[in-house]
């Protein structure tokens, strides 16, 4: 019953692949960016424009980014001194009620 049915390895049908090759164009003779390899490193330099509207953005978000990761260290540094502090006036307070007990026992 909890047994899987497996069917017969005669009863697969195996394809195999087939791959095509993709023509790439020679020459590039239109507008617009070529789909050939360029030959030099520079020569897309151009391709992208840059304005001063962009670096602006660029800025402004990598100082909310800066501030957000900073904003979490400090909440997570808050939550490790507050911890600690709680911990340490609970060790205050067992210590107390340890002493109490021990000179309440030796009075007896």
């Known amino acids: 019953m909890f047994k899987p049915k497996y ?6 049908a195996y394809t195999p692949a087939v791959i095509r090759p993709i023509p790439v164009p020679a020459e590039h003779s239109g507008p617009g960016p070529s789909l ?3 030959k030099s490193p520079g020569a897309f330099a151009g391709l992208v424009q840059h304005s001063p509207g962009m670096a602006l953005a660029l800025a402004v978000g990598g100082v909310a980014g ?4 900073a904003s979490v ?3 997570l ?3 490790v001194a507050i911890t600690a502090v709680a911990l340490a006036v ?3 307070v067992v210590l ?6 021990r000179q309440e026992f030796m009075r007896r």
């Open 77 to 79: 540094l808050l939550a």
């Open 36 to 38: 050939v390899p360029a």
């Open 73 to 75: 260290a400090v909440s």
């Open 96 to 101: 107390f009620l340890v002493r109490a007990l």
């Open 66 to 69: 800066v501030l957000a990761l």
């Open 7 to 12: 069917p017969h390895p005669d009863t697969y």
């Open 90 to 92: 609970s060790a205050v």
